[in-house]
């Protein structure tokens, strides 16, 4: 329908139709129509007042019938359409019969797409899940448009976090075996930085500790090193599985220290970088201040090592874009790296790009891995799951409790990172993740379940073909449900174009409340309009699914 208006506009103004059908909304208020065309670019080519413009249009189409539509007025600067319900209806069936709904324009790209970035020897904690989400939706958003994406994820495994993790390990933990478990070491970098605060003396036993390391000169120390930092990477493979993600690369700091500094070395040749006491690059004409890339003591910092990521990835991985899904307070960093690169000639601002995504606080406040006052991914991820499980269990469940309870488990805590504005800090409050009411994840999860059971109850369902339904009447609500349903190619380009998953958390979670509204209003099972009705459940259900599956969430059949 909205081509066929498209169509109609053009036929009748100056409006070709490929301006046309970007121009047509679908207004927020029933009463203004099913879909308005605003006729302020027709009235600036006219010349003329775009109230007048679309006076006159509507009294121009209403001279002809048109197939669909029972109304066109003008309100103000808008034309309205009201649309016929039972084709408006019968058009979206039918295209989820042929499996054409949902279909968007295709960009056909290569695309890198760096995210997640959890340091070694330290907690994967609530705060990464943000990252993490983010990028994996993203990644699955760009994918839907016919972009090749490449995963690719970059860890610190070098540095003083380091050397206070293997220090702590061998002077007060060496009798304990090494772990691939999270807790555990998170835990030994915790319990390190209180001793180095409770004794400042420490401080050149752990400064000793990091140069032997980077000299690799001690075997015994060395070998820890590698030990330790294998078992922090096989600590992420079970989370990353819950997440739903993967990485085609992952890169680590020690893979480009030494380039880093090769690098630096170089911009000083290239007259780009100055030497003090450091190696630095004076940003101030650019307000982005002085950009140190090795410290005097010969350190090579994470300026360096990220420009040397950057002719890594581009070497390796050619593509037509690069984007790095970083924290918000490394904004300004990644400013300062991008106008490096643009000096630096290497390559054009729009295809290096950073994204940002905010903080995530607890309830009391900012999370933080030297105090350990964090969320660990570990404990969470197991209470939430352990609180879904009793939930089955009161209600007498017991197939497959611990996967359906893990399921609720991802998607109480995914949502809440997604949902937001990911440029916006946000307050994560366990207790009302994990709520079957309001705007949750499992919420979600409740809906199409819910959905689902009606579907299980319609004896021939499957052999329901659209063509042979008749519908005399088609209420409020079931229109309201229509039309949102309708919009979702629109919120998964606009997601697409803008970077942003929350507007496809968004609008899940408003579908999800009109399904539940329609199912507390209206009768399926039973009544007159049982086949159109269930086949209206199953497209609520099959677009919820795919809003989930590009948010990397798992949806369940039963709840």
Not at 459 to 488: R, T
């Amino acid at each position: 329908m909205k081509e066929e208006i498209a169509k109609i506009i053009s036929r009748s103004s100056k409006v070709l139709y490929e301006d046309a059908i970007h121009l047509i909304e679908v207004p927020t208020n029933s009463s203004f129509g099913d879909y308005s065309f605003p006729c302020f670019v027709l009235a600036k080519k006219l010349n003329n007042n775009p109230v007048e413009v679309a006076k006159e249009l509507s009294e121009e189409l209403n001279k002809t019938k048109h197939k669909g539509i029972y109304l066109i007025e003008h309100k103000g600067a808008y034309l309205n359409f009201f649309i016929d319900r039972r084709i408006f209806a019968a058009n979206l069936l039918k295209e989820f019969e042929k499996n054409k709904f949902g279909y968007v324009k295709q960009d056909n790209k290569k695309v890198v797409i760096e995210f997640s970035q959890p340091n070694t020897h330290k907690a994967f904690h609530v705060g990464h899940i943000r990252g993490t989400s983010i990028g994996e939706s993203l990644s699955r958003i760009l994918e839907y448009h016919g972009n090749k994406v490449i995963r690719v994820n970059y860890s610190g495994d070098t540095g003083m976090h380091v050397a206070k993790w293997i220090w702590g390990y061998t002077k007060f933990h060496n009798k304990e075996k090494l772990k691939d478990d999270e807790k555990w070491i998170a835990g030994i970098y915790v319990d390190a930085v209180k001793r180095l605060e409770e004794n400042k003396e420490y401080e050149s036993e752990v400064e000793l500790v990091n140069q032997k390391i980077v000299s690799r000169e001690d075997k015994k120390l060395n070998d820890i090193w590698e030990k330790s930092r294998s078992h922090s990477i096989k600590s992420w493979k079970p989370i990353y599985k819950d997440l739903n993600t993967r990485f085609d690369k992952h890169y680590f700091e020690s893979q480009v220290e030494e380039d880093g500094r090769i690098i630096a070395e170089g911009l000083l040749d290239k007259e780009i970088a100055s030497r003090d006491d450091a190696i630095f690059i004076n940003l101030d004409e650019y307000e982005l201040g002085v950009w140190v890339l090795v410290r005097k003591d010969g350190t090579v910092l994470y300026s360096a090592k990220d420009i040397a990521l950057a002719y890594k990835k581009t070497r390796e991985l050619p593509a037509d874009e690069y984007f790095v899904l970083v924290a918000d307070e490394q904004k300004r960093h990644f400013e300062q790296l991008l106008k490096t690169l643009e000096l630096m000639k290497f390559l054009k601002k729009e295809h290096y790009k950073s994204l940002t995504f905010g903080l995530v606080k607890l309830p009391h406040g900012k999370m933080s891995s030297r105090t350990g006052d964090n969320v660990l991914y570990s404990d969470f991820i197991n209470e939430l799951s352990e609180h879904a499980r009793k939930g089955f269990e009161k209600r007498g469940e017991k197939k497959n409790l611990k996967e359906r309870a893990r399921i609720i488990a991802i998607s109480a805590i995914k949502y809440p990172m997604l949902k937001q504005d990911q440029n916006k800090q946000i307050v994560f409050d366990p207790k009302s993740a994990i709520s079957f009411e309001g705007d949750t994840g499992p919420y979600l999860l409740y809906s199409y379940a819910r959905a689902n059971s009606i579907i299980k109850k319609i004896k021939g369902f499957k052999k329901i073909k659209v063509k042979d339904l008749k519908v005399n009447f088609i209420s409020d609500i079931e229109n309201n449900l229509i039309k949102k349903i309708y919009i979702f190619p629109d919120i998964v380009t606009r997601a697409y174009q803008q970077k942003t998953p929350n507007l496809i958390a968004n609008y899940a979670y408003e579908l999800s409340q009109l399904f539940n509204e329609f199912y507390h209003q209206v009768a399926v099972i039973g009544s007159p309009e049982e086949k159109f009705r269930a086949k209206l459940v199953e497209a609520f259900m099959k677009t919820l699914k795919k809003c989930c599956d590009l948010l990397g969430i798992d949806v369940l059949e039963e709840m």
